[in-house]
């Protein structure tokens, strides 16, 4: 009981979550003995065609296009008439929470005040599921403290309930190579992240930053602002243009920082796919961010597939320098998966070595998400050589099923790749390799 009193302890259990999620183990085991050569452990590298989940771009006109007309970038979200976000309407009489008159989102202010004051920003005993039902009901009666993150995805499924378009945008200082999760406060440069949430206003025709910590939203020249005008004053030095429209509860969460510190936050910024949290808890979350001359990209979970986790604050945490490769699929995890892009293309992960092994077999387990195994219908398997590429499997028909197992003459090789031929994935998914570890004996 002590010991859960104890910020500093509960703090430090989930750092110790955060970084498991990035500790190789040796869960699938070896074969006859014999080792997993793809192991990282054995200094392989996976290089992968694309992700899934982390699409950076410098391309705005759709992301920030109405709701209806997204193309690409549609946001999926929770149907307003789910029984939870019904519950949330009456119980909280959540429609006498809104202004009388102003703009539509200029309605949602009192609402946002409203969720800012249910509870003091901190540390929760354990990390709730995205549901504001279960957030607010704890902060009521059991006097929990939450994250950003918590106050957004509360306010996100309350104005939801209401019939607004809602999603979540994830801000960072920086992005870097060296820190671990759960130590972004700590990390020099600075690293810290935020929360916050955009909505689609009717009467814009745009979309406007909500930051429900803070209890305010922003404006310049007259204009309310998104995450991306933000972005770009941020960037381009104009921060000084931008105005912060406070609540009841800014004051004191902004104590000495500065409206450039806050704003210093908008250096990057994320926006996602889906706020679908309550009806699909499982699916992963596509995440896409912004990339300009002065915005490297980025990539979130080392090219995990984002699945929401519990006992992290969400399926997104620390940012990482974008690279084509991600210890994901040997890692030996039995819990962490990759996903290709849903291009329409053939799609590949390959193995690396900066020496030659000696191999027969490879074992290919698809990913286990959902009710299925998410098996490739069509894939090929090549090797290469001294001599270079040669294809060893050719792709057939192939039902569903945990893992394949295919062998080759032994051989010297230095890559191995698993390749997805167009339209080849998962009946429900065909354009997408879906995969969770790739073994090499």
């Known amino acids: 009981m002590d010991r859960l009193a104890n910020r500093e302890y509960r703090n430090d259990g989930f750092k110790r979550a955060a970084i498991a999620r990035f500790t190789p183990k040796n869960e699938y085991g070896s074969m006859d003995g014999r080792q997993d050569l793809a192991h990282i452990s054995r200094g392989a590298m996976v290089r992968v065609d694309s992700f899934l989940t982390t699409t950076n771009t410098g391309n705005w006109q759709e992301i920030y296009a109405p709701v209806a007309v997204a193309g690409t970038y549609r946001l999926e979200e929770e149907p307003i008439d789910l029984p939870v976000l019904v519950r949330l309407r009456e119980k909280y009489q959540l429609e006498g929470k809104l202004a009388g008159s102003g703009l539509d ?13 249910l509870w003091k920003h901190g540390l929760p005993f354990r990390q709730p599921y995205w549901n504001a039902e279960q957030i607010i009901y704890r902060a009521i009666n059991a006097k929990e403290q939450f994250h950003c993150v918590h106050y957004s995805v509360a306010f996100l499924q309350c104005a939801r309930s209401l019939g607004y378009h809602v999603r979540l945008v994830n801000l960072h200082r920086a992005v870097v190579e060296d820190c671990p999760p759960g130590r972004e406060f700590e990390h020099k440069p600075k690293c810290s992240e935020h929360v916050v949430v955009e909505i689609w206003s009717n ?14 939203h922003y404006m310049a020249y007259g204009e309310y602002l998104n995450a991306k005008e933000l972005h770009d004053a941020k ?16 004051a004191e969460k902004m104590q000495d920082q500065t409206l450039e510190d806050r704003l210093g936050l908008y250096a990057h910024f994320s926006v996602y796919l889906r706020n679908n949290f309550l ?14 001359e002065s915005t490297s990209p980025i990539l979130w979970w080392f090219g995990d597939d984002m699945i929401p986790r519990p006992d992290l604050m969400g399926p997104i945490h620390v940012a990482k320098p974008y690279k084509d490769y991600t ?21 590949w992960a390959q193995v690396e070595w900066a020496q030659a092994v000696d191999a027969t077999d490879v074992v290919i387990h698809w990913a286990d998400r959902g009710i299925a195994f998410r098996t490739s219908r069509r894939y090929d398997v090549e090797i290469k050589g001294p001599d270079g590429w040669k294809l060893v499997q050719e792709g057939t028909e192939n039902g569903e099923k945990p893992w394949s197992h295919h062998t080759f003459p032994r051989q010297k090789i230095l890559a191995l790749k698993v390749r997805q031929l167009p339209g080849g994935g998962h009946f429900e998914y065909p354009n997408r390799l879906w995969l969770r570890q790739i073994q090499v004996f």
């Open 327 to 347: 210890p994901v699929l040997n890692d030996g995890r039995l819990d962490t998966a990759w996903a290709s892009s849903d291009a329409v293309s053939e799609h």
């Open 235 to 250: 960037i381009s030095g104009a921060t000084d243009s931008v105005q912060i429209l406070g609540g009841p509860y800014t």
């Open 203 to 216: 009467d814009l025709g745009k979309w406007i930053v909500f930051d429900v910590d803070y209890d305010c």
């Open 279 to 292: 009806v699909d808890e499982e699916s992963p979350v596509r995440i896409v961010h912004y990339v300009d």
């Open 105 to 117: 989102f200029e309605r949602l202010v009192p609402l946002r005040t409203w969720i800012k004051s």
